[in-house]
């Protein structure tokens, strides 16, 4: 394996990492009581806030990373400056600032797909967009679209990355369908509906531009259509 494979292969596998927790932490107000004030609504708007706040700093990281660089050259002057007994703090401060820099660029770099190198990193903030839409159209059936976002992209993106030249293709959402429709069978779901849900899902995800947006708002809007039982946040 060459080592471009290997690194791309290593990138997607933290990406969807990241996918899927991030996903779990949206599934989290169907699965346990949360405290107070995080109402599911409360709990979804700062999701997605944060997910724009994140998206706003990608998109201006050449100023974000700018203004680290200067910080860090104006603690590094006061460093020169400065007695004795404060260069020691200063120094921790000046660590302190190059990990946060070094960490930024990294972070980014890992979990950027290409067109996000222009647009910004949008994935995040266009899957809130996804669920927040559909917890306000219909919080009974939001669970499915969170649940497919989870798994659908995850299961096709890794099998596409390691057996078919990181290009879609129907086997992989084949293959993300049978996960997505064994889930819903494993919890009690009725045979038929988790069929046709799965298959929508899929297709949804296969033909979309941008699968973070559609598949779970999509996949939610199908639950209901189909009469999926209701999984209200607890």
Known sequence: MSSNKSQAIK???????????????????????????????????AGLFLAAFLNSLVVRRVKVLGELRRARENVIDLIEKASKELRQPLLFVDQTLSRLQELIFIQISLLERDYEKREGYVGPLYGMIGVAASILV???????????????????????????????????????????????????????QSLLLSIIACVTEYVSPEDNLTVPFVTTLAALVLGMPLKPPL
């Open 138 to 192: 219909s919080p009974g059936t939001t669970f499915y679209g969170v649940l497919a976002l989870a798994t659908v992209d995850t299961v096709s993106a890794i099998h596409d990355l390691f057996l078919n030249n990181a290009r879609k293709s129907i086997r992989g959402s084949i293959i993300a369908l049978g996960v997505y429709f064994s889930i819903l069978v494993l919890v009690g779901l009725p045979l038929l």
């Open 11 to 45: 990138r997607e596998v933290y990406r969807k990492t990241v996918h899927v927790l991030l996903s779990l932490v949206l599934l989290l107000p169907f699965l346990i009581p949360m405290p107070w004030p995080l109402i599911p609504y409360n709990y979804y708007a």
